[in-house]
């Protein structure tokens, strides 16, 4: 293959490499416009500016591209959690805050947070996705927090509270604040004088004074 042939064919192999992540876009943005079970196939292939063909090649049924758009949006971000939880070895306290606030800034207000809503609102139509939802993110979001809440316990940080409640008490305002910041546009839910970050950190500070052995 000749200089020019290769210039040709680098932006074609990028192209390539990026039509994945633009199916993906295409199809959360027609799911909120439209809702999951009124968005059809070709409708995303065009939204992407593809070949209903092309689009079936790496996405053989519209549950197929549900599911890769889950996988992507968030349970990459429970792995990688997952990962810095195991590798962790400071208070848990201090974990748990960086966790919360880092879910915040990469899911709960971005395209992982749109997907979280979307799943809210069409699970129940699709019991087969809901399950799916349910196997590769809530369950492993509670295995993770439940496991660090159960370290600081070990370790005497925390006191010996109900797990599960616990877990529950952590991930429900995170999930207050995200559907509010897809579902009401501009109408701010949040008081004016405070981001959705302080809220969190108002929220995770009430918490953990109830969770501490001994509060600071």
């Known amino acids: ?17 990026a039509r994945p992540q633009e199916l993906l876009d295409a199809a959360l943005a027609l ?6 079970a009124a968005t059809r196939s070709e409708e995303v292939a065009a939204r992407a500016g593809v070949a209903k063909g092309t689009l079936y090649r790496y996405y ?8 890769a758009m889950v996988r992507e949006n968030l349970a990459v971000h429970i792995a990688e959690s997952a990962a810095q939880a195991a590798q962790y070895d400071g208070p848990i306290a201090d974990l748990l805050v960086e966790m919360m606030r880092a879910w915040w800034a990469k899911v709960g207000q971005g395209n992982a947070g749109v997907v979280c809503s979307l799943v809210m609102t069409e699970a129940r139509h699709f019991p087969e ?22 370290r600081g316990i ?12 616990t877990v529950h008490l952590l991930i429900a305002p995170l999930l207050h604040m995200m559907l ?23 929220q995770m500070s009430m918490l953990l004074h109830g969770l501490l052995a001994t509060p600071s």
């Not at 799911?31 to 999951?36: A, Y």
């Not at 049924?61 to 599911?67: A, G, T, V």
């Not at 839910?189 to 950190?201: A, F, G």
Request: proline share 7%; hydrophobic share 40%; aromatic share 8%.
């Open 31 to 36: 799911f909120v416009e439209k809702g999951f």
């Open 60 to 67: 053989p049924s519209k549950d197929e591209l549900f599911k």
């Open 154 to 165: 070990r370790a005497g940080e925390f006191r010996a509270v109900p797990v599960e409640a």
């Open 1 to 17: 293959m000749n200089s020019a042939s290769l210039a040709t064919a680098a932006p074609r192999q990028r192209r390539k490499d």
């Open 129 to 150: 996705l809901a399950r799916f939802y349910v196997d590769e993110v809530i369950t492993p979001s509670q295995n993770l927090l439940g496991g660090l809440i159960e």
């Open 180 to 202: 509010h910041e897809h579902s009401f546009g501009d109408h701010d839910v949040c008081p004016h004088t405070m981001s959705p970050m302080e809220l969190l950190d108002a």
